[in-house]
């Protein structure tokens, strides 16, 4: 009985130096990720804050910043497209000007639902995609407020691009 055990024993420590002297798996190292520019890659909107991002999505090591709802899954559909239309926007932005310490809105002086001009103000305004929306009268920005968040985004940019 004694060398049953003893025998056990010596197994067990041949057993435990052979598991010390075997090569140790490294653990795996957390994946570095950079914050992209305050820039959203779908709609080319600056976006003021991180935290007043929709959302963000890590592709390829780099955190890009969703500017709405409709974004993410655009992003998602065709990063590769998105991420080309982002760098260039970013080398735009900073060849213009430095990263600025205050964020001034854009003022859009066209209403978004009839298209008109807005000459002076009307009290009606609101804010989407970092820049302030104002509206002809009283009756469009309830209009505009029914719409999806992309729709009113599209609707905004394509004001800008004008």
Same mark, same amino acid.
């Given at each position: 009985?004694?060398?049953?055990?003893?025998?056990?024993?010596?197994?067990?420590?041949?057993?435990?130096?052979?598991?010390?002297?075997?090569?140790?798996?490294?653990?795996?190292?957390?994946?570095?990720?950079?914050?992209?520019?305050?820039?959203?890659?779908?709609?080319?909107?600056?976006?003021?804050?991180?935290?007043?991002?929709?959302?963000?999505? *890590?592709?390829?090591?780099?955190?890009? !910043?969703? &500017?709405? %709802?409709?974004? /993410?899954?655009?992003?998602?559909? #065709?990063? +590769?497209?998105?991420?080309?239309?982002?760098?260039?926007?970013?080398?735009?932005?900073?060849?213009?000007?430095?990263?600025?310490?205050?964020?001034?809105?854009?003022?859009?002086?066209?209403?978004?639902?009839?298209?008109?001009?807005?000459?002076?103000?009307?009290?009606?305004?609101?804010? *989407?995609?970092?820049?302030?929306?104002? !509206?002809? &009268?009283? %009756?469009?920005? /309830?209009?505009?407020?029914?719409? #999806?968040? +992309?729709?009113?985004?599209?609707?905004?940019?394509?004001?800008?691009?004008?």
């Amino acid at each position: 009985m004694l060398k049953r055990i003893a025998v056990l024993m010596a197994a067990g420590a041949v057993l435990a130096s052979a598991a010390l002297a075997a090569p140790q798996a490294k653990p795996a190292k957390a994946a570095k990720v950079k914050d992209a520019k305050l820039i959203c890659p779908v709609m080319g909107a600056p976006i003021t804050s991180k935290a007043k991002a929709f959302s963000n999505i *890590v592709y390829k090591g780099t955190r890009y !910043f969703m &500017c709405c %709802g409709g974004c /993410p899954d655009q992003f998602n559909a #065709s990063p +590769a497209k998105f991420v080309k239309a982002y760098n260039e926007l970013a080398k735009k932005a900073k060849k213009t000007s430095s990263t600025p310490t205050t964020t001034t809105l854009t003022q859009v002086m066209s209403c978004p639902i009839s298209g008109e001009a807005v000459k002076g103000s009307t009290g009606e305004t609101t804010t *989407v995609a970092g820049y302030e929306v104002h !509206f002809c &009268c009283a %009756g469009c920005k /309830p209009q505009f407020d029914a719409l #999806s968040t +992309a729709e009113k985004t599209n609707k905004v940019l394509a004001l800008v691009k004008k």
